[in-house]
């Protein structure tokens, strides 16, 4: 038996076992995320919050995600451009899912 949640329950459910895992903004950018995802790919996903957070992870910026996996910027390049070769860098490698105040990457 499969149940459809709203971003409210989905939120409570962070809260009660992982509250300090995402941002409100980045808990909206990742349930949006997957609701798109499951319905692009016609299949229903089993809410498992242990599951997501050791799958997903939240960063302030690109640059600081990509760094975690060895990413090195053009040193000539500005903070702006450096950001936007991390996302490139990143979407070569996963799933980035931008939003408001950060970055949340699939981990790999």
Same mark, same amino acid.
């Given at each position: ?44 996903? *089993?809410? /498992?919050?242990? &599951?997501?957070?050791? !799958? %997903?992870? #939240?960063?302030? =910026? ?16 500005? *903070?702006? /451009?450096?950001? &936007?070769?991390?996302? !490139? %860098?990143? #979407?070569?490698? =996963? ?14």
């Amino acid at each position: 038996m499969k149940k459809t949640i709203s971003f409210y329950e989905f939120q409570n459910e962070f809260q009660d076992v992982r509250p300090d895992n995402f941002s409100y903004d980045g808990l909206r950018a990742l349930f949006d995320y997957l609701e798109d995802y499951a319905g692009d790919c016609g299949t229903e996903i *089993e809410l /498992d919050v242990i &599951a997501i957070c050791c !799958e %997903f992870s #939240e960063y302030v =910026t690109a640059m600081e995600a990509a760094k975690n996996y060895d990413f090195e910027p053009d040193e000539d390049d500005n *903070e702006e /451009d450096q950001e &936007a070769a991390a996302i !490139e %860098f990143l #979407e070569d490698e =996963t799933q980035v899912i931008t939003f408001d105040g950060g970055v949340i990457i699939q981990d790999y």
